[in-house]
């Protein structure tokens, strides 16, 4: 039987990662890889998640299997996290949401909800987007058609090309958007483009399918999800995919939410039903760890307050290393504009330089830096920016 099946085609940013590994240089930076790195270069276990760890290993007292859509409090406690307490859809009805295995989890469920509901609808998806957003959801049974996001010239997002091909989109149609801190590009919409992607989307009648993997990494916890909370309030349907990767630290627990909005309290129910049944054919039940520590900080007021302040430290560091990369290569021998990365937002930046300086950052420094030039601003540290600057300035020579 295996005898038929081809080596699968090596994946570019693993490669990238395997050759940092085996780099014996000790001043190496990779700012390939997608994780948060403190000021150490590491991804430690956060705080509030420890001590909720501490706190699960004692009122823990079951490992029975524990539902196909999750645990009941994680899902209540994430869409308070989502749309705010306050938010008129909470209260209607019109939403269910359920625990399923990390963002990528959720993104699949809520493809194969979509795909059982409205089988002719294209997934119009940004260029570029996350790469991995395209196997995952194309997997789906979708065909992906693309609208332009970022412009590499200015170094923007490119909104009117953008909201032209918005206004184009047929009625039924789903509309894939970032709901922050966009990767690769970290070019975010303003609130002002979310007003008017959502009235195209009034006008037009496509679904948005919003992917949020990165809330509280931008501009803060409210603030990220002022798109989410918006087409909430406006839109008839919405399905949003969210991720309790980066902002809890909780990678490998594998804690996401699948979210969706239907246009009555009836609707809602059966769409959740329909998210149930394909969970139960693809993995059965969400794993259950992540969820609990994620249900114990965010109903502890004083857990969840110093889950807070260590997520508003993350995003106070991103933004001093996006300022001291960019103040500090702005002076280059070419005049390359990196003024950009202080205007994005998250962890993500296209550093916007040629391949020949990417294969000499590597060669000739140990900079690891994926082909599109996306870096990893959390990849940067008091111990490595000055050798980074250096070398950067030095290939652009
Ligand atoms: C845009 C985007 N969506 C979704 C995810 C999925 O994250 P996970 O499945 O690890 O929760 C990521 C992770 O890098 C991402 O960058």
Request: aromatic content about 8%; some cysteine; hydrophobic content about 40%.
């Amino acid at each position: 039987m295996f005898e038929s099946l081809k080596p699968v085609a090596a994946d570019p940013i693993l490669g990238l990662m395997a050759a940092f590994r085996e780099d014996p240089r000790d001043n190496k930076i990779d700012l390939g890889v997608g994780v948060y790195m403190n000021d150490r270069g590491q991804t430690p276990v956060m705080d509030a998640v420890k001590r909720a760890e501490a706190k699960l290993a004692e009122l823990e007292n079951t490992k029975s299997y524990q539902g196909i859509a999750g645990d009941a409090e994680y899902n209540s406690r994430m869409l308070e996290l989502l749309f705010g307490s306050g938010h008129s859809v909470l209260g209607s009805g019109r939403v269910k949401s359920l625990q399923a295995p990390g963002g990528s989890g959720s993104l699949r469920v809520g493809a194969e909800v979509i795909r059982r509901a409205r089988p002719e609808a294209k997934l119009w998806v940004g260029t570029p987007t996350w790469p991995n957003h395209i196997p995952l959801l194309g997997s789906a049974g979708f065909e992906i058609e693309e609208y332009p996001y970022y412009d590499i010239a200015s170094r923007e997002v490119n909104i009117d090309l953008m909201l032209e091909t918005l206004r184009k989109v047929p009625a039924g149609d789903v509309v894939l958007l970032h709901g922050c801190c966009h990767n690769p590009t970290g070019a975010d919409l303003t609130n002002q483009q979310w007003d008017q992607i959502t009235d195209i989307a009034l006008e037009r009648g496509f679904v948005p399918f919003i992917d949020i993997a990165y809330q509280g990494l931008g501009d803060g916890l409210d603030e990220d999800a002022y798109g989410v909370r918006l087409m909430a309030e406006k839109l008839p349907e919405l399905v949003i995919a969210s991720s309790c990767s980066k902002n809890f630290g909780l990678y490998r627990e594998r804690t996401g939410s699948i979210t969706f909005i239907a246009q009555t309290s009836e609707q809602a129910e059966i769409v959740g039903g329909q998210a149930m049944s394909i969970a139960r054919q693809i993995y059965s039940m969400p794993p259950a760890h992540g969820a609990l520590l994620v249900s114990l900080i965010l109903g502890d007021e004083t857990l969840c307050a110093d889950w807070k302040a260590e997520l508003e430290e993350v995003r106070q560091r991103i933004i001093s290393m996006r300022t001291l990369l960019a103040d500090n290569i702005q002076n280059n021998a070419q005049g390359v504009d990196f003024s950009h990365i202080k205007r994005q937002k998250g962890m993500f930046s296209f550093l916007g330089i040629a391949p020949e300086h990417l294969v000499r950052l590597r060669e000739e420094f140990g900079i690891y830096i994926v082909s599109s030039t996306r870096i990893n601003l959390a990849g940067i540290n008091s111990s490595n920016i000055d050798y980074l600057a250096n070398a950067i300035r030095a290939v652009l020579k």
